[in-house]
Structure formats: C-alpha cells, structure tokens
C-alpha cells in the first residue's frame, strides 16, 4: 500500500485564503467563499430558534427533540415556507458537527426507486453508528420532495419504517401531501407548513437588509413581500436579484426587476375595462399592447392582477362569478399558448359583457 509524503494540512487563522489543489502538473485555485453566495443559503436558519414562523410546530418538534421522543415526521406545505431548514436545525441540535455522518439525505434529483429504498435506505437503517459525541442514538432518514417517489417505492417504505423504527427516524418532506400513500401517512405525524405570513417574512426581510446594509424603501419592502406571497425563499431571490439591479430598492425596482405589472398600471388597464366602450376597448389594445412592450409585461399576469382587484371593487355576486369565470378561461387558455391579441379582445369583450350585465342590474 503506497503511503503519502504530504505534509500534515494545519487550519490557519486566516479562513479566507484561497485552497491550492495540486492534481498531476495542475495547479487549481479555488476561493473558499464566492462573493456571489444566494442569499437563500447564506441566511438559512441554523438553529430552530432562527426558524422565521410556525412557532407552534418548531417549539413542538423541539420538545419531542429534547425529550428524546421524536417521531417519524412527515413535514408538507408550499416551497419556501421552512419545513427543509427545520428538520436540518433538528438534526444540528441531535447530532452537533457530526450530523452529515448521522443523516442520510435523499432529493427528488436522486434516483428513489424501489432499489433504492430496499438497497441503500434499508443498508443506512439497519446498520448501528458508533459516532462519538452524539447525543441521540437514533440516525435520520431525511426523503426530500417525497411526493416525486414512484408508489412501489412508498409500498417498499413501509416495512423499511416499522423494521428499524428502534434506531432510525424517517422525516418525509413534500408539497402535496395527497400524493403520500395513506399508509405512510398513517406512520408518521404530519406537520402543515402553511405560507408565511406577511409580519415574518417583513421581520426577515429586514435583518438581511440590516446584515447587507442594503437601502431599502418601505414602498419597496411592501412590494417585496406582496410578490413573494408567503415564500420566504422568493422574497430573498427578489432581494437579491434587485439589489444587483438597483443599489436603491424601491417599489418600482422591484416590479420591474421581476417583469410583474405595477399596481398603478393594473388600475388604470381596470379602469379603461371597467369604463370604456367596446370600440373603444379595441383601440386600448394598441395601448395596452405598447405597454406590455415597453415594460416587458405578460398578459397572463396582467389577467392575474385584474382578477385581484376585481375582488376589490364592489358590484353583484353574480356579475363578479360570471366575470371571474371568464378570465379563468382566458387565464387557462393563455398558459397553453394562445394568441395574445386574440385573448387580449377577449378579455376586453369579457369586461363589456359585464358592464351590460352591471347596467341591466341598475335598471
């Protein structure tokens, strides 16, 4: 066996000097931090206690954790709403520095069939740790968008789970829980992640705009979380993406750095449906037209945005159902490629069909 001449690697103080890879006659220089790190992973929560919301859950998970209860997991809700940082601040706090050697971590990238699960997840499970320094003996199987797995792969699960329940937890991770199969269901208990709300994701917000020392308006903040409905990783990809754009963040710099339509903008396109004739509708498309060309709009937001301030005005039940039916269809239309004039005219005849009807109520 042939032994090494190189000499021991000692860690310097200085952790932001390049790593020096010799391979052959190559010499690769690679910077230990990019400047350009995502947000999103350079601000993800360490501890449970960094988790932004769902304080009930987190301070739940960490009773079972400490009490040394935990069981198996099975953690669902939209994207960006926490459940992949919480059960990676449960498994800091289980097994210190040495949690990658205590945890076996699968995503929807990895192949998940029903080998693996009798192969490589049965051969993790069975086998006992001897890590020092642990404070629990149970290791962690951690299956990350766990509704991509094929059915004979969660069939095979189930007797994976209930055989080496004594020294391995499951945590199932996933967005649409009506594609677990009840009996994994069934095994573990179910957490809801829901989308956040709009205090914590402003709570957030501001401690990375305090830690980059970003300017930041209050319209800007607003809009910021406004765009990312819930999804904390959204609400920091649009941060960062503005803040490259524009060194001062704004309302207007948010939408246009995203390509949504400005609230004014979908006022005045909502007054113009709500109030011009049809002759006259169809000569707004050339407005509307240059609008969207100009200010790189898609008339599929466009109709999103309209159907939201719709809910804001007041008429008849009857008119508001008619009319949201109609630009659902064109919504639904648009999303298989649909010609953008043609649903434009549409949209125009749609809000015309309803003025009538809204005139015809009056009467």
């Excluded at 304080?55 to 069981?71: A, Q």
């Excluded at 192969?119 to 199987?141: C, E, N, P, R």
């Excluded at 094929?150 to 829980?177: G, M, P, W």
Aim: charged share 25%; aromatic share 6%.
């Amino acid at each position: 066996m042939s032994t090494s001449n190189a000499p021991m690697e000692i860690d310097s103080d200085d952790q932001h000097q390049p790593i020096i890879i010799t391979k052959g006659k190559d010499i690769i220089m690679q910077p230990s931090e990019s400047a350009a790190t995502p947000w999103v992973e350079k601000y993800r929560p360490q501890s449970l206690a960094d988790v932004a919301a769902h304080r009930d859950i987190v301070d739940t998970i960490d009773r079972l954790t400490s009490e040394n209860k935990l069981p198996h997991l099975l953690l669902y809700g939209p994207p960006g709403t926490g459940k992949t940082s919480t059960i990676l601040a449960v498994a800091r706090k289980l097994y210190g520095a040495s949690y990658h050697n205590m945890i076996l971590e699968l995503n929807a990238s990895d192949d998940r069939g029903i080998d693996v699960v009798r192969q490589q997840i049965q051969d993790f499970a069975s086998t006992q740790s001897f890590s020092f320094g642990v404070k629990a003996s149970v290791k962690l199987v951690l299956l990350d968008e766990a509704d991509a797995m094929t059915k004979d792969a969660q069939f095979a699960l189930r007797r994976v789970i209930e055989k080496y329940t004594k020294n391995t937890r499951f945590s199932l991770i996933c967005n649409h829980v009506n594609k677990i199969i009840p009996a994994l269901q069934s095994r573990c208990t179910r957490f809801r992640f829901a989308p956040l709300d709009a205090t914590h994701v402003t709570e957030r917000l501001k401690h990375v705009i305090e830690a980059e020392g970003l300017n930041v308006d209050e319209s800007g903040l607003t809009a910021l979380v406004r765009l990312s409905s819930g999804d904390m990783r959204k609400a920091l990809n649009i941060l960062q993406s503005t803040h490259m754009a524009s060194p001062h963040i704004t309302e207007e710099a948010v939408y246009l750095c995203t390509g949504n339509p400005m609230p004014k903008d979908i006022e005045q396109i909502s007054f113009w449906l709500l109030n011009e004739s049809f002759t006259t509708g169809l000569r707004m498309c050339l407005d509307i037209s240059e609008m969207k060309m100009i200010k790189g709009l898609a008339l599929v937001d466009i109709v999103r945005e309209v159907t939201m301030f719709i809910f804001k005005i007041k008429m008849p039940s009857d008119v508001r159902v008619n009319l949201i039916n109609d630009l659902a269809d064109i919504e639904y239309r648009l999303t298989f490629g649909s010609n953008d004039k043609l649903q434009l005219g549409s949209l125009i005849a749609s809000f015309t069909k309803a003025r009538s009807a809204l005139v015809a109520a009056a009467k």
